[in-house]
């Protein structure tokens, strides 16, 4: 789950983090008392949205006076932005942040991200603070410095010692780096981020740090600990099939593809996109109906996949376990009746139940390519589809 910069500005500040002063506008009846509350003399008009690289889209704009900022707040609202992560139909900008300016004496990175490998919270810094740090990552990965804290001692000064001078910070700015870093740790732990990212971390001319930027994802699993934090969802933000598949229990991302993916199973579902890719398809999405899935949840995965309008096949792979293949096979038969599947369906069962799977499947009238195992599923899909083999 991600969040807004500005909510994750106010969950940082009650960790101790410090963040410019500014006030959320949800309306553009309200961005004039934004204004007067920050007071400026410079204000900073942010469009929130869930994406990097506003900046080259237009969406950050520093302004000098009242009249200007009202301006560009209003000229914001309602805008869409095109970065290189909205893809070509960008994001209508619906909230804006208007903040203080500060004094930008060096512009850094900081970021902490959850290492699945180590199962460690890993802290990143870098001097090149205001640039991709993927482009960092890739062109200069010694300028990146990285210290893993054990979480059974947790953070120690020596961990933000190293930042700071791995970031050739002296003085005043070696304590304040060893501050923020403790500080960014307890609000990941406590909050079970899985990303924090603050891009820039400015040091002032005075020597402070201050959280310019901040974005943060929340491991989903862990999100029934912090209902405060699934309070700051904003759905208007989350992709629509995405918000139906929750609803009903499914896990579900959208792709790029065209054939669309119901499978039982994470590791069965990522191995099913894969031998599409091999055979020359693109998958349309993951959906993993889990080991427990109802007719009703079938109906349901069919009607979000069919909710794709790129989707010109299904491809449904079920290896019943606890999952029976009967049920499946009756929730196909009871999804093709409710809604109009018009595309090419192939199916394979195989496992608890097939014979009688397979049986009532054969006995309908729903129109299904009937495959014998995973490989022969994804050459028969890829084919009905148009693609190659």
């Known amino acids: 789950m991600n969040i807004h910069e500005y909510q994750a500005k106010r969950l940082l500040s009650e960790h101790g983090v410090p963040v410019p002063r500014g006030v959320a506008v949800l309306s553009p009846d309200d961005i004039k008392a934004a204004i007067d509350n920050v007071g400026g003399p410079v204000w900073v008009v942010k469009a929130q949205i869930h994406a990097g690289g506003r900046g080259k889209a237009g969406g950050v704009k520093v302004c000098t006076s009242a009249e200007q900022a009202t301006a560009e707040a209003e000229a914001m609202f309602g805008k869409v932005l095109v970065t290189h992560q909205t893809g070509p139909e960008g994001k209508e900008v619906g909230r804006i942040y208007i903040e203080e300016g500060c004094d930008i004496a060096t512009e850094l990175y900081l970021g902490a991200v959850l290492d699945r490998a180590t199962g460690r919270v890993a802290i990143m810094a870098s001097r090149e603070g205001g640039v991709e740090i993927e482009e960092v990552a890739a062109n200069s990965p010694e300028k990146i410095i990285t210290v893993a804290i054990d979480p059974a001692s947790g953070y120690q000064q020596f961990h ?230």
Not at 253 to 258: A, N, R, V, Y
Not at 365 to 371: L, N
């Open 160 to 389: 933000g010692r190293r930042l700071a001078f791995g970031l050739g910070l002296e003085g005043k700015a070696v304590k304040a780096c060893v501050s923020f870093a403790a500080k960014i740790y307890d609000a990941v732990v406590a909050s079970d981020a899985s990303l924090l990212e603050i891009n820039p971390l400015v040091l002032t001319g005075a020597g402070d740090m201050l959280a310019l930027d901040a974005k943060m994802n929340f491991d989903d699993n862990a999100l029934y600990r912090h209902p405060e934090i699934v309070a700051l969802q904003d759905e208007s933000e989350e992709d629509p099939a995405e918000l139906e598949a929750a609803k009903h229990d499914l896990s579900y991302i959208k792709l790029d593809g065209t054939i669309g993916c119901m499978v039982n199973g994470a590791g069965l579902a990522m191995a099913t996109m894969d031998i599409i890719k091999l055979r020359g398809g693109e998958p349309a999405n993951f959906l993993d109906v889990g080991g427990g899935a109802t007719r009703e949840k079938v109906t349901e995965a069919f009607k979000i996949i069919l909710s794709d309008k790129n989707v010109n096949g299904i491809l449904v792979n079920i290896f019943g376990g606890i999952m029976r293949c009967d049920v499946i096979a009756e929730g196909i038969i009871s999804a093709a009746k409710e809604i109009s599947i018009d595309v090419p369906l192939v199916v394979r069962l195989e496992g608890t139940n097939v014979d009688q799977g397979k049986a009532l499947l054969a006995e309908s009238d729903v129109d299904i390519i009937s495959a014998d195992d995973l490989g022969d599923a994804a050459v028969k899909i890829v084919a009905a589809t148009g693609g190659a083999s």
